[in-house]
């Protein structure tokens, strides 16, 4: 999973992406560097499940995040940039960071103006692609276009109307049509209200005065204070334990983070354990055993026979497969099964 993290200057974007990745990027200046991390999930499943099986190797997942410095809040100036922003449109899901530690603020308004670049932004892909594309198929005869021809032109009358694309409630099958223009207004966002030290006790009140911003499965609002969160990312495990308890705190920012990431993009986690190496992976929630297979390998995918699964809390109690089979706590299961999070699964395959 890849998320861009983005806000106007001075948002605390770069403070944040310190807090999600335990870095020293510069903050507070105007240098519009960007910066990358990758960043393993915290999943407590994996690490108990490895010392049960006295694991060699434990893999996490992860999760990249990229600082960008694609907006300044200039409208259709910069939204020219961001039409060649091309390491930003390959991710999965925006981080919207909103100011919301400054003496006057005004979240609704800051998440309005990246918004508008990003509208913007798409629109002048439209525009630069729908004329060409009509004279292509006016002159080739490729009407196998037409489509793609048709959608480009719903999208642009949505956009000239200010509407996110990923509003539009494009099928499966037209998304994909599309899906090599990239439109940032039709990736799934996280706004992350960046709130004062003194202002935790608010964070509550906050985010419910812009539950009108949330959008199901478009748009999910958290606050964080990203200060704290970037010294707390600093502290060993124990110092950590003890902050996050003066504070009044269950978990850091990045596993709250993670939490409304998964949920937002319809991610799940699946388990494989043995003494080589356990491991999380994650696959898209409502994905058969088939295709589960294929994120571990392709030859297993092609392989498939059978997946011998138990949930994570069974394998718990229970300590082994043989145990698991014994309190009939295994299950066959075939291709269509539907994977559940936390499942932890021994595939049967033949290549």
């Given amino acids: 999973m890849k998320l861009a993290i983005i806000g106007l ?12 990745s335990g870095q020293n990027a510069a903050v507070g200046d105007y240098s519009r560097a960007e910066h990358r991390a990758v960043v393993k999930v915290p999943d407590q499943r994996v ?29 259709k100036e910069n939204a020219g940039e961001l039409v060649s922003a091309h390491d930003l449109r ?7 960071v909103i100011n919301c530690f400054a003496e006057s603020f005004d979240p ?9 670049e990003m509208v913007l932004a798409d629109l002048m892909v439209i525009e630069n692609n729908v004329e060409k594309l009509d004279h ?7 009407r196998e276009r037409q489509r793609e021809l048709e959608i480009l032109m719903q999208c642009r009358e949505a956009l000239n109307e200010g509407k996110l694309l990923a509003q539009l409630g494009l099928s499966d099958e037209d998304e994909k049509i599309i899906r090599g223009y990239a439109f940032l207004s039709l990736k799934p966002q996280i706004v992350v209200l960046n709130i004062a030290e003194d202002a935790l006790g608010q964070a509550g009140t906050l985010t419910e005065k812009l539950a009108s911003h949330r959008l199901d499965k478009i748009r999910e609002v958290v606050a964080v204070c990203g200060k704290l969160e970037m010294e707390l990312a600093q502290l060993s495990d124990s110092e950590k334990n003890d902050f996050l308890k003066e504070l009044n705190l269950e978990k ?3 596993e709250r983070f993670l939490q409304a990431s998964y949920g937002l993009l319809g991610l799940i986690s699946f388990l494989t354990v043995g003494p080589p190496e356990s491991r999380a992976w994650t696959i898209k929630k409502g ?7 294929g994120a571990i390998h392709s030859d297993i995918e092609r392989g498939f026979i059978k997946a011998e699964v138990a949930s994570y809390e069974d394998y718990i109690v229970h300590k082994n497969l043989a145990a698991l089979k014994a309190a009939a706590r295994l299950h066959m299961e075939g291709k269509d099964y539907i994977v559940k999070d936390g499942d932890v699964i021994l595939f049967r395959f033949n290549v």
């Fill in 9 to 20: 200057p001075q948002s605390g974007k770069t403070t944040l992406f310190n807090a999600l």
């Fill in 47 to 75: 690490e108990n499940l490895a010392q049960l099986e006295n694991s060699k190797k434990i893999t996490h997942a992860e999760i990249e995040f990229f600082d960008s410095a694609g907006f300044t809040g200039q409208g």
């Fill in 90 to 96: 390959l991710v999965d899901a925006l981080v919207m």
């Fill in 108 to 116: 609704g308004k800051e998440m309005q103006t990246l918004v508008d």
């Fill in 136 to 142: 292509l198929i006016r002159v080739t005869g490729r």
């Fill in 252 to 254: 850091p920012a990045l």
């Fill in 287 to 293: 994905t058969n055993a088939h295709r589960a297979a």
